[in-house]
């Protein structure tokens, strides 16, 4: 298998991960991605991969709307980074990260690889659903949604709230709710 190692910000290497997927979705825009992992995590890049396709992919998620993803190997328009905490607060600048969360900066959607592997500790649900939830919520910046509140206590979180830091007593959700499509 063939290994494409990139330098990003200039001194920062992260591995290619190599493959694409079928477009995902059936209209509106095109947001094609290439998926990179930071060296030295001891993440399985291909299944990092897999996981981003899948939840981009799912019915669940925001292909239900009037959006369609493809992961490709060359010339994409987002750039899906898994970095350490302090990559991630240098990729996402000025946004201050504090090594805690992800962000989108621009074109680029920066996964913290410690929410990746523990997720949160007021997250009810798996650090699956937590993983699900972080790349909808990322790449919902992407296509240009903004942070969202939960409206009633008890009902499920929108996925553009910002979970990371708390549910305000809604409940933990992965996936964007129907009035949050585009």
């Known amino acids: 298998m063939e ?3 990139v330098e990003v910000s200039g001194h920062h290497k992260f591995y290619k991960v190599l493959g694409k997927s079928s ?4 209209h509106g825009p ?3 991605y290439t998926v990179y992992v930071q060296r030295g995590l001891g993440l399985q890049r291909e299944a990092v991969a897999k996981r981003i396709d899948a939840t981009l992919g799912d019915k669940r998620g925001w292909t239900r709307g009037n959006v ?3 992961r ?3 010339n994409p328009n ?3 980074y898994i970095a350490s905490p302090e990559v991630t607060d240098e990729l996402c600048l000025p946004l201050h990260t504090e090594g805690k969360v992800s962000c989108c900066n621009g074109k680029r959607v920066v996964l913290n690889v410690d929410r990746w592997r523990e997720g949160v500790p007021h ?3 798996s650090v699956t659903s937590y993983r699900q939830m972080l790349i909808n919520h990322e790449m919902g910046h992407r296509i240009g949604k903004g942070h969202q509140s939960c409206r009633a206590a008890g009902s ?3 996925v553009m709230q910002q979970q990371t830091y708390g549910l305000q007593k809604c409940l933990a959700n992965s996936w964007p709710l129907d009035w949050e499509l585009p």
């Open 3 to 5: 290994i494409v190692i």
């Open 23 to 26: 477009v995902m979705g059936t």
């Open 30 to 32: 095109l947001f094609t």
């Open 68 to 70: 369609r993803f493809q």
């Open 72 to 74: 490709v190997e060359s």
């Open 78 to 80: 987002t750039f899906i």
């Open 123 to 125: 997250w009810t649900g």
């Open 156 to 158: 499920k979180a929108p």
